[in-house]
């Protein structure tokens, strides 16, 4: 299966404001959530995909309501004016790694399958994970793996880098995780990879930046009562999502008018995130981490 659709029922119901309307499911994928979508709409519906992946294009579903769109999420309202479906009733972003993704070894997403260190989301264009690790400085790795990685030897991760690259070039991932070594404790060492993965792969796919480009497009590209629902899997998409969806800016500031109410363009509809029951997690565990949250759009000039 290419990817198990987290947090399905939840997502699709929080999501649909309208079954006449115009929906977009940013990140096919396998395309779970949008055969999901597709079914509680009217005929008069439509449903948009998103997928930057070429592999996703194999998954497209054979319905009139539906068209499938090869890019990436953040020129997401650039192509759906071009298609005079603008703006839309709902936005849909599941923010994880297929699990085809994952499980594909010359895809290079995971630490735990030997492969290219490629990481690319798109893999036909764009710089490789192999590149940012033979390419970049030290300084720039340290900051790159305790932002995105968010861990704590940073600095040693990058000199260990730079001794490995030395000798030969940094190509595959069990090359990678031979040069890290002397800071993969015994117990610990998947989540140590798992962080050092992740900050590449960001950096590889832009990902913050995209997602932020992605988010500010939702404010005039949904309409009034219309919804954003956002499945997010690490701390860093979640603050971004957490900030936006309650203030409308990425700092998190709520900025008020003159009687002290508060200026947004989003009600929430989640005042906690919602995550996955035990019972989906012992099914899928890859959806343990998941954390989703959804706003309406509200007329906020008022």
Request: aromatic content about 8%; glycine content about 8%; charged content about 25%.
């Amino acid at each position: 299966m290419y990817h198990t659709p987290v947090l399905l029922t939840e997502s699709i119901s929080g999501l649909i404001t309208c079954t006449k309307g115009i929906y977009v499911d940013l990140t096919f994928g396998g395309g779970g959530h949008s055969r999901a979508l597709l079914q509680q709409l009217a005929p008069e519906g439509q449903l948009f995909g998103f997928d930057q992946d070429p592999d996703a294009q194999r998954n497209s579903i054979a319905d009139p309501r539906f068209q499938l769109v090869n890019a990436n999420f953040r020129h997401w309202k650039r192509f759906m004016q071009f298609h005079n479906a603008y703006p839309v009733n709902g936005v849909l972003a599941d923010l994880g790694v297929s699990s085809y993704q994952f499980d594909t070894p010359e895809r290079g997403f995971s630490h735990r399958l030997d492969g290219r260190l490629d990481m690319r989301m798109n893999h036909s264009k764009g710089i490789t994970a192999a590149d940012v690790v033979n390419q970049y400085s030290v300084e720039r790795l340290t900051e790159l793996f305790a932002q995105y990685g968010e861990v704590k030897q940073a600095y040693r991760i990058a000199q260990l880098i730079e001794k490995g690259r030395e000798e030969q070039p940094i190509e595959e991932s069990g090359e990678l995780k031979e040069v890290l070594k002397p800071i993969l404790p015994p117990g610990r060492e998947n989540k140590i990879l798992s962080q050092i993965f992740q900050a590449l792969r960001i950096e590889v796919n832009e990902e913050m930046d995209a997602l932020k480009e992605m988010l500010q497009q939702t404010v005039e590209g949904v309409e009034t009562g219309g919804r954003i629902a956002v499945i997010s899997y690490h701390s860093l998409e979640d603050r971004l999502v957490k900030n936006f969806f309650r203030s409308g800016n990425f700092e998190g500031k709520i900025e008020k008018d003159f009687y002290g109410n508060p200026i947004t363009p989003f009600k929430l509809i989640t005042r906690k995130a919602i995550v996955p029951s035990q019972e989906e997690i012992s099914k899928n565990n890859r959806a343990r981490s998941a954390k989703l949250r959804i706003v309406e759009k509200i007329d906020f000039s008022l």
